[in-house]
């Protein structure tokens, strides 16, 4: 019996974790496909993200919150260190493609909170309380 050994490939062509791991062919859900390089076009959504929130004012609810999520996610993002499964496990949002198409969404809608100013809203209300002393839950 024969042993075959395949030699090792010389320095220069040797892949590197990253590219090995764009190996599927389908994300298996009718619509999407597969991104070949899903985690830096999520990360430059998310800054995207943080750099439109940086526009809304600072005491904005809204803006401290999404700033809060989207920063916890870019970390997720940065120590999977290019190993796509951790990053899709760690941010939980099922395959990286989905978690791209919910960054993107997030992107979209701080867009449309400023443009909206709904961010407002939650200042108005906040007003009306300590104006009066009352607080809202209190008042049905």
């Known amino acids: 019996s024969l042993l075959y050994v395949r030699p090792r490939p010389p320095t220069m062509f040797r892949f590197t ?9 389908s994300t ?16 430059k959504l998310y800054e995207n993200t943080l ?11 809204y803006r401290q919150g ?14 999977a260190k290019g190993d796509i ?11 990286i ?7 993107e969404d997030e992107l979209n809608l701080v867009a449309k909170v400023a443009e909206w ?8 209300r906040s007003n009306i309380i300590n104006a009066d002393g009352l607080s809202l839950a209190g008042n049905h």
Do not use: C, W
Not at 90 to 95: A, S
């Open 85 to 95: 499964a951790a990053a899709e496990k760690g941010l939980d949002e099922g395959q």
């Open 28 to 43: 298996g859900i009718t619509g999407i496909p597969v991104h070949q390089n899903p985690l830096p076009a999520l990360s």
């Open 66 to 79: 999404t700033e809060a999520v989207i920063r916890h996610k870019l970390s997720i993002i940065n120590s």
């Open 117 to 124: 100013k709904s961010y407002a809203f939650s200042e108005i």
């Open 51 to 61: 750099t439109n929130l940086a526009t809304l004012p600072e005491h904005s609810v």
């Open 17 to 25: 974790r990253p590219l090995l791991q764009v190996t599927k062919l």
């Open 97 to 103: 493609e989905e978690a791209l198409m919910i960054a």
